[in-house]
């Protein structure tokens, strides 16, 4: 699911002139093939049919499902496509033009991408992993705490999820160091584990320090800014950056870890 909200969205809509179900000047065959091209995605397949078959349900479905990532890609191209087909071009359509490329650099700079993520969802057929990733991509933009808190929640349910399947029994309710720990030392991730003689060897054992870290630090932050703190009438929260650096530290440490369990059980 992407970050476009109700005011980009109506940006976007006026731009490439979807009111009456089109997109730009577009054909079904012309918009599939455009797409295609664009980010390899067969927009004409049943799954962007949820709000209807026209061009432009199609993409307003586009944008709902896929990521960031992806749906940056295909504006910026639509937008690229519309100035180089424009007959003419008004004050108003230039201005239009600069604010959906902006739309699309914040998509393509901003959101963290768990594509990798979902996929590894999958492979475990980890519902609870599914619904914590789906969270966080929801509330990344719109609460920022929350996307915090999930983040540090994906890393306690990756490391037991790695150390249930390794047959490794958790007692009592350990805290996320303690679980970062153990999961990294059933890994043979820690840092005493790397020899001295493998190259690169000193970096890899800072890097490897660093991993063990980064639920700490989710769960350090999220206890000073939880919604359950009495806070100072001017105080201000969490904003969408600090979730964006959150939800992508986790999930490139979840991906990280998930990776080295399949290759190494």
């Not at 992806?70 to 100035?83: D, I, K, Q, S």
């Amino acid at each position: 699911m992407s970050s476009l909200n109700m005011r980009d969205k109506r940006i976007l809509e006026e731009f490439f002139g979807m009111g009456s179900g089109y997109v730009l000047n577009f054909s079904d065959r012309t918009f599939g093939e455009f797409v295609h091209e664009a980010v390899d995605i067969e927009i004409h397949s049943d799954e962007y049919t949820i709000h209807g078959s026209s061009k432009a349900k199609k993409l307003r479905a586009f944008w709902e499902i896929e990521s960031d990532y992806f749906v940056g890609r295909l504006l910026n191209a639509l937008v690229e496509y519309a100035e180089e087909t424009a007959h003419e071009t008004t004050e108003k359509d230039k201005k239009l033009a600069e604010r959906c490329r902006e739309i699309a650099s914040r998509l393509l700079a901003g959101g963290p991408s768990l594509d990798d993520l979902k996929q590894k969802a999958q492979s475990l057929d980890a519902n609870h992993l599914a619904e914590q990733i789906r969270r966080m991509e929801d509330s990344v933009e719109t609460d920022p705490s929350l996307a915090i808190g999930t983040a540090k929640e994906l890393i306690e349910t990756c490391c037991k999820t790695i150390l249930s399947e390794r047959g490794q029994e958790i007692s009592g309710t350990p805290d996320i160091p303690t679980l970062t720990k153990a999961t990294l030392k059933e890994l043979n991730l820690v840092p005493e584990g790397i020899p001295n003689a493998a190259r690169g060897a000193v970096v890899i054992k800072r890097l490897l320090s660093n991993l063990s870290t980064v639920g700490h630090g989710l769960a350090e932050l999220r206890g000073l800014y939880r919604t359950g703190h009495g806070q100072h009438g001017s105080a201000s929260g969490l904003t969408t950056r600090h979730a964006k650096l959150a939800v992508g530290a986790a999930s490139t440490l979840a991906v990280f870890l998930f990776e080295t369990h399949e290759q190494t059980k």
